[in-house]
């Protein structure tokens, strides 16, 4: 069956840059039509999209944070790679990632991890 | 400000039905499919229907989604307490080529 699990620190200094690993099981990024999307929710709010990347590599980011955002694959050891520059207190979130389904879906979504932006 | 604009919250007593509108534009819900995620107290979101009305192996069909125009809805009819939950709607959006959520809906069970 197919599992994700993020991880990566719990608190990070303003400024810092935040590394987010994806680590998953049950399907290959070597697969035609299967992606991996990041999403992140602050604290009592919603859903927010912030990246994704396909097999292919095709990349795509939310224009609001595109230039602060890099994702990124490495196949062989079944994980995607989710890196933010110059973090900020309103980053502060419960940071998802989500496989991706042929129509676009994100089915199956990994536990999530709290990263809270504090000096 | 989310892109997608659904209600902030939602109330329905057992055995009833309830509907959750989602409105977009025509880049995103005009022109994708809509997916719906619930999304339990405390825990991670879960698909609930994709392509604007299709149920994951595992969903009731007391849920079912729609879609015409701009605009999509989730309905859940025989509510239940165990649906008390946040949903959100989701879709792609052509114009920023990327994925935009709702602004979720806090659903109630009086």
């Known amino acids: 069956q197919i599992t994700l699990k993020e991880s990566g620190p719990t608190l990070v200094k303003p400024t810092q840059t935040l590394t987010l690993t994806c680590t998953f099981s049950?399907?290959?990024?070597?697969?035609?039509?299967?992606?991996v999307g990041w999403i992140r929710q602050p604290p009592g709010k919603a859903l927010e999209w912030l990246a994704l990347?396909?097999?292919?590599?095709?990349?795509h980011y939310s224009p609001s944070l595109k230039s602060r955002l890099t994702i990124t694959k490495d196949t062989s050891k079944n994980q995607v790679v989710l890196t933010m520059t110059n973090i900020d207190p309103v980053d502060t979130a419960t940071y998802f990632c989500?496989?991706?389904?042929?129509?676009?879906?994100?089915?199956?979504w990994g536990q999530g991890t709290l990263v809270t932006v504090s000096s | 400000q989310s892109v997608l604009t659904q209600p902030p919250s939602a109330s329905g007593t057992p055995g009833q039905k309830v509907t959750i509108s989602c409105s977009g534009g025509?880049?995103?819900?005009?022109?994708?499919?809509v997916n719906w995620y619930q999304q339990l107290p405390g825990m991670a979101p879960k698909l609930l229907i994709y392509?604007?009305?299709q149920r994951p192996s595992g969903v009731p069909d007391r849920f079912s989604g729609s879609k015409s125009g701009t605009s999509a809805s989730l309905a859940i009819s025989g509510l239940q307490s165990e649906d008390e939950a946040d949903y959100y709607c989701?879709?792609?959006?052509?114009?920023?080529?990327?994925?935009?959520f709702g602004g979720g809906t806090q659903l109630t069970v009086l």
């Open positions: 989701a879709a792609w959006d052509d114009r920023l080529n990327g994925a935009v």
């Open positions: 392509s604007n009305n």
């Open positions: 989500a496989h991706i389904g042929l129509r676009g879906e994100y089915d199956y």
């Open positions: 049950g399907f290959s990024l070597t697969t035609s039509g299967v992606g």
């Open positions: 025509s880049s995103n819900v005009g022109s994708n499919r």
């Open positions: 990347i396909y097999w292919d590599d095709d990349q």
